[in-house]
């Protein structure tokens, strides 16, 4: 069972940025991992994954361009860079993880095994 703990979600104006990290509990360098968010009154969506092997990111269209997904190996930790924010960025962030090894974009929350508890970000206009 592979616990992910997500943190730097926060308040921000719109315009401005915040990194979001996740911290899995095990080892989790070859596994496929996405971030999802989920606004009120809105089913989870996808925001942005990285693959299991040569880790190749992919964004849902909506934070093209403004949101980067990241892994840092070394520090076993999983990053969402999010810049240029909306109003409509609002919502809780969750990571996910699946222990898929390959080049597979995986977009869909049943694809994944393991779920964070989220984390809010709220942007103000």
């Known amino acids: 069972q592979v616990q992910l703990v997500e943190s730097g979600g926060g308040l921000v104006q719109a315009g401005g940025s915040l990194r979001l990290s996740c911290e899995p509990s095990?080892?989790?360098?070859?596994?496929?991992m996405g971030w999802f968010r989920q606004a009120p009154g809105k089913e989870r969506e996808f925001v942005a994954g990285v693959t299991g092997r040569y880790d190749n990111t992919y964004y849902a269209d909506s934070v093209k361009g403004r949101f980067t997904i990241s892994r840092d190996n070394t520090k076993n930790t999983v990053y969402l860079q999010m810049n240029s924010l909306k109003s409509e960025d609002t919502a809780v962030y969750y990571c996910?993880?699946?222990?898929?090894?390959?080049?597979?974009?995986?977009?869909?929350?049943?694809?994944?095994?393991?779920w964070g508890q989220g984390t809010q970000v709220t942007v103000s206009s």
């Open positions: 996910a993880a699946t222990p898929r090894v390959g080049s597979s974009w995986y977009w869909n929350d049943y694809e994944y095994h393991y």
């Open positions: 095990t080892r989790t360098s070859s596994y496929a």
